[in-house]
């Protein structure tokens, strides 16, 4: 269309020049000059082939037009020779700059769109090609697709082998993905660790399938720089659900998918609308975490542990309870989570610990808390926890904290160096969720911990499975040949509490025996419990 428009707009100008110039009375007069205008024209249109083709054009129907139309004077041969001479000239030279232009406004324009580190193309030139292929696809049965793609430990490649590895490491591993799937149109870097992939003619179904593909390229070690490296991928995806999808909502669909990923330790995730409500509601709830601290909205609430070997209680865990404004309880999964990777855990530990202690007083065994990994490089946090300990005059030993592996491992040195800390003063360490994380024996045998919690996972299928009650027998034998005190969590049924006594499993909690308890309910169910029900409910089965 632009062409056409164009072409005509030429054409009108030279034949409108030609019936000037004759309208004048031919070309001894000035007016032969207006027909440099089409010249230009073509000039700044087509740069120098179209300039000289627009001049050969202008000087040959002036060449044709006599000297003088009243007369029909001829022209001298180098008369009309010099004004083509002209002509060309001038359309060369503007056609020239008009060409040098065009070819630096394209270099610029492929540079805005490109990633100076890696060659790939860039955020502008994902939001312009989402756009595009948008507008031109309404109403086609198959649909745009967008996968989000993050090198989770990027981060740990910038700081040993510096950005220059990094960079070569993203631009391999687009390489690679692009080459995937015959759908991936275009693989576009977002930010220093993500990657975007634009998928076209797919629909929502089939991203699963890419995203198979692409895990499964993942997997494979990428040479840079001569160094073999991995990187672990994290996928989020979005699919254009209607004609009215913009770009900028397949864009932010796709990294509240990736997030949702995250958030959960899976490879991928697909977005749908419950993840961006959860966030939302997320987000609003940890804007109010130091202002419902201060309001007294937060609760500890306890849940007992059991001494497997005669049934009494040895102690509890003390779990986080708030309640919103009309008192009801909201769940810790709502806003532990992102809690944990702000600095308002700080405020919210200290508040456990103080609340902790202060039950300790009048209760009798180990009180329980958990630490996060932000805790744990918190020094003044954990100066704090030994100040809440000679504060309410407890012993320490009667204090333990948990650490689930994942955190430990996520800064093994610092996480160490503060157990140690803990655990030289007496406080109990305990490893807690055993069994999901990175379990190993050349860590456990370095650890300054005094006891292992036996993730639910594991837990949940005694009574029914063989492979579970040995892969548990396992961990109990350890832990015990280790000198730890095990305990397991999520004990619901009775044959789960029959088969752990039978393996000589130290502690258990659990729905089975009772939920979280507010302090008061905890001291009227503790006054209450038998001891000896539970050990009848294990010798009925001999």
């Known amino acids: 269309m632009r062409h056409a428009l164009l072409l005509s707009l030429l054409v009108l100008l030279l034949g409108l020049g030609t019936l000037v110039v004759h309208a004048t009375g031919g070309t001894r007069y000035a007016y032969p000059y207006l027909m440099l205008i089409p010249v230009l024209l073509a000039a700044a249109g087509y740069g120098l082939s179209g300039a000289l083709v627009a001049a050969l054009i202008a000087g ?39 060409s040098l232009l065009r070819r630096a406004h394209a270099t610029s324009e492929r540079l805005a769109r490109t990633d100076p580190r890696t060659g790939l193309c860039n955020q502008i030139a994902l939001d312009e090609a989402l756009g595009q292929r948008l507008a031109a696809g309404r109403g086609a049965p198959l649909g745009i697709g967008l996968i989000l793609v993050r090198l989770s430990d990027i981060g740990e490649l910038l700081a040993t082998l510096g950005p220059e590895t990094a960079d070569g490491l993203v631009r391999a591993m687009g390489e690679r993905l692009r080459r995937q799937d015959r759908r991936i149109v275009e693989v576009y870097r977002f930010s220093n660790a993500e990657l975007y992939l634009l998928l076209e003619g797919v629909e929502s179904a089939e991203t699963e399938r890419v995203v198979h593909r692409l895990a499964e390229a993942g997997e494979e070690n990428l040479v840079v720089q001569e160094i073999p490296l991995r990187a672990q991928l994290v996928m989020g995806s979005s699919w254009q659900a209607s004609e009215a999808t913009t770009a900028g909502e397949l864009i932010r669909q796709s990294r509240v998918a990736m997030l949702t990923a995250m958030e959960k330790h899976r490879l991928h995730c697909h977005y749908s609308p419950e993840q961006e409500n959860d ?53 810790p999964g709502r806003f532990m989570p992102r809690v944990e990777s702000t600095t308002l855990i700080a405020p919210l530990t200290r508040f456990v610990a103080d609340q902790a202690c202060r039950f300790i007083q009048g209760t009798e065994g180990v009180v329980s808390i958990n630490l996060s990994v932000r805790n744990l490089s918190d020094e003044a946090l954990l100066d704090e926890l030994l100040g809440l300990i000679r504060h309410h005059g407890i012993v320490p030993q009667r204090l333990e904290v948990e650490i689930t592996e994942s955190a430990l491992m996520a800064d093994l040195k610092s996480g160490c160096q503060a157990l140690e800390y803990l655990r030289g003063h007496g406080i109990r360490v305990s490893i807690d969720d055993f069994g999901t ?106």
């Open 60 to 98: 040959g129907l002036m060449a044709a037009m006599p000297l003088d139309v009243s007369t029909q004077q001829a022209q001298p041969v180098y008369n009309w020779l010099i004004r083509l001479g002209l002509y060309l000239v001038i359309g060369g030279v503007a056609g020239s700059l008009f």
């Open 437 to 542: 994380g990175f379990s190993s024996f050349e860590y456990l045998q370095y650890l300054p911990i005094t006891g292992l919690k036996i993730d639910r996972a594991f837990v949940r299928e005694l009574g029914g499975d063989a492979r579970s009650l040995c892969l548990v027998a396992c961990m109990i034998d350890m832990g015990h040949a280790l000198g730890l005190e095990v305990t397991a969590e999520g004990v619901e049924t009775l044959e789960q509490h029959r088969a752990l006594r039978r393996l000589g499993c130290d502690q258990a909690q659990g729905f089975l025996y009772a939920k979280a308890l507010a302090a008061p309910e905890y001291l009227t169910w503790q006054r209450a419990h038998r001891p000896a029900a539970w050990l009848d409910s294990v010798d009925q089965t001999h």
């Open 279 to 331: 966030k939302r509601e997320a987000l609003r709830l940890v804007s109010r975490v130091r202002q419902d601290l201060e309001r007294g909205r937060f609760e500890l609430h306890f849940q007992p542990k059991l001494r497997l070997a005669d049934g009494r209680v040895s102690g509890c865990e003390g779990l986080i309870r708030w309640r919103d404004e009309r008192a009801q309880l909201i769940a």
